[in-house]
């Protein structure tokens, strides 16, 4: 099943959303304007908005209210990506130039945090102090997170701990933060929100981890970009972390650097393939689902949890 | 006087103390503090009856704000170290997150919208700098000013007492346009010299660096001309600063003296 089709009794309020989101970006400059709808129609999975309004239906839902959150927080994912990519140098993302491609950098930095600024502008409508402050710890944990992922880069000692900590931070915690938010938004009670929390947590790391996989297992077209880039750029993740386990891999992984060519990366990323590496990164994604899909059954049934249900298992086994 | 001084002197460690990363600061260019607008925020919460801890908190939170969209500045497609540019990004969302954060958790949800609101209009002015969108010199000098000044006056308009007036802005213009002038002339670029050379070429774009001397003569009369006459309007209107102090008396009497008149300097010379 296609990933919209899990949650089609939400398409006209997806489409709000969609309508919103273009109405939100309006600047004086007509340029400003045009970089920052450039990154909105890129498309995207939209996954953040479709998760604050399925963890909105365990409550008051109001899509007049809700649509503030779901805007709010794929705004500051989208401020985010257009900062990343002055931050990696990247010229395409989903196949499309980048704003600091199509302009500069630092016509990125200012539509990034232009849009950053909308977007918490539209979130003070609403009134719930938790969610400000839910929402600002994410942000901050966020950008700690990455600056932590720099200073791991190339550095080959470090253990599985320290990965689970940054992709918790990377990825995990704004999907957290969406579908709590969400259930906020919709005045859920606390012991509900605070379970919404965790299944968005145990969601995004195992999204994180198969996004490390498919690193490894995609093909150059599959990616976009050839594969093992993570680890040529010092990234060190969950495959190459099991596969260090093996002291001749760890060796061979050890001498990774900026420069190699993309035959000496090709023949350790087959090292790291053959070594079981990537079926225990599996496995470990395996477990952050089932502690996801676990959560769910404490919580009542209705529509939403089918939804976030089969759409757990859908990025926790996707192939692409 | 002493009190201001003491007061910004405080506030300006607190700053010091959030911006400061160790990490960051060892590759990353050391983020500057504009102490000129932390002395107009001390200057006006110093006339509001409110607790210290929430003026200082307010402060701080725009103190961070202004400081992380001063770090995005240091961005360029020149930076020859990897590492010092995506650092400078990130130190720049951090210091961003980080007044989200002061404000939120002091559960102050409308200065929040005031000042992302200000953040927005910032950026709307830069990017009309940056890209030359301004079609005469008028347009531009309001450009600059509202991008060096909307933060602030979002903030003061915040609590409607009519603390803000143009003349504040002025100030903040014409230390932009010193500083403009003094990075022209010590690497023969600046973006408000370029926006201002395209506009009296008539739109077309010419290199800075390209000039020839009567171009570039021509063109530091024009902005010598500008400094001039914002430098006039805050002398005649200095008595028009809801919150002056001393403190602030004497950095903007600084501040000014930093600009001899284009004519007086022609006299002097000639």
């Given amino acids: 099943m296609k990933l919209k089709m899990m949650y089609s009794f939400l398409n006209s309020d997806i489409n709000i959303i969609e309508k919103e989101l273009g109405e939100t970006i309006q600047a004086r400059s007509l340029l400003l304007k045009q970089a920052s709808m450039h990154t909105l129609q890129a498309g995207g999975k939209r996954i953040r908005p479709v998760f604050v309004l399925l963890a909105g239906k365990y409550g008051d839902y109001d899509i007049n209210v809700m649509k503030n959150v779901a805007v709010a927080l794929e705004l500051i994912h989208m401020a985010s990506l257009v900062h990343d990519d002055v931050i990696d140098d990247a010229d395409l993302r989903r196949g499309q130039p980048t704003v600091k491609a199509k302009w500069d950098s630092q016509t990125a930095m200012y539509t990034g945090d232009f849009v950053f600024a909308l977007a918490l502008k539209l979130m003070t409508n609403i009134k719930n102090p938790e969610a400000h402050k839910i929402l600002a710890n994410t942000m901050v944990e966020v950008t700690v997170g990455e600056i932590q992922q720099i200073k791991d880069k190339y550095r080959f000692n470090q253990n599985l701990r320290d990965y689970l900590r940054r992709i918790k931070r990377k990825t995990a915690l704004l999907i957290a933060a969406s579908c709590q938010l969400g259930a906020i938004a919709a005045n859920v009670e606390e012991s509900v929100h605070k379970k919404l929390y965790l299944f968005g947590y145990f969601v995004g790391m195992s999204y994180q981890i198969i996004d490390d996989i498919l690193d490894f297992t995609g093909t150059e077209k599959e990616l976009g970009k050839p594969a093992g880039g993570d680890l040529l750029q010092g990234n060190i993740t969950a495959p190459a972390l099991f596969a260090m386990e093996n002291k001749e891999i760890k060796k061979a992984i050890e001498t990774v650097h900026e420069n190699m060519t993309a035959a000496e990366i090709a023949k350790i990323i087959t090292l790291i393939k053959q070594s079981g590496a990537i079926a225990k990164s599996v496995a470990l994604s395996d477990q952050y689902l089932d502690k996801a899909l676990r959560i769910l059954d404490e919580l009542p049934d209705n529509k939403a949890k089918k939804a976030l249900r089969d759409i757990a298992k859908f990025i926790g086994r996707r192939k692409f | ?270």
């Avoid at chain 2, 160790?22 to 050391?30: A, F």
């Avoid at chain 2, 400081?67 to 240091?74: F, G, K």
Wanted: proline share 1%; hydrophobic share 40%.
């Fill in chain 2, 1 to 270: 006087m002493q009190e201001i001084r003491q007061k910004f002197t405080c506030m300006k460690g607190k700053v010091e103390k959030y911006v400061f990363n160790n990490y960051l600061l060892k590759h990353i260019e050391t983020p500057i503090i504009d102490e000129d607008k932390l002395l107009i925020l001390v200057s006006i919460t110093d006339l509001l009856e409110l607790p210290i801890a929430k003026l200082e908190n307010y402060t701080l939170s725009t103190m961070l704000i202004q400081t992380a969209l001063d770090t995005h500045e240091h961005i360029s497609e020149k930076t020859d170290n990897e590492k010092s540019r995506q650092l400078t990004v990130l130190a720049g969302d951090y210091y961003s997150g980080l007044y989200y954060k002061l404000l939120a958790d002091s559960e102050e949800i409308m200065m929040i919208k005031t000042l992302s609101n200000g953040v927005k209009e910032v950026n709307e002015h830069k990017i009309a700098v940056y890209h030359k969108e301004s079609d005469n010199l008028e347009n531009l000098m309001n450009n600059i000013k509202s991008l060096e000044s909307a933060l602030l006056k979002n903030f003061a308009n915040y609590f409607q007492l009519d603390l803000w007036n143009e003349q504040t802005a002025n100030i903040l213009l014409f230390k932009r346009l010193l500083a403009e002038k003094k990075q022209y002339v010590q690497r023969k670029w600046s973006i408000v010299f370029e926006a201002i050379m395209h506009i009296i070429n008539s739109h077309d774009d010419v290199h800075l660096s390209e000039l020839t001397d009567k171009q570039q003569s021509h063109l530091i009369n024009v902005y010598d001309q500008l400094l001039d006459r914002t430098k006039q309007t805050i002398e005649d209107g200095m008595n028009k600063i809801p919150f002056l102090n001393e403190f602030l008396e004497s950095r903007i009497g600084f501040l000014v003296k930093q600009h001899q008149p284009y004519v007086k300097t022609f006299l002097e010379e000639g």
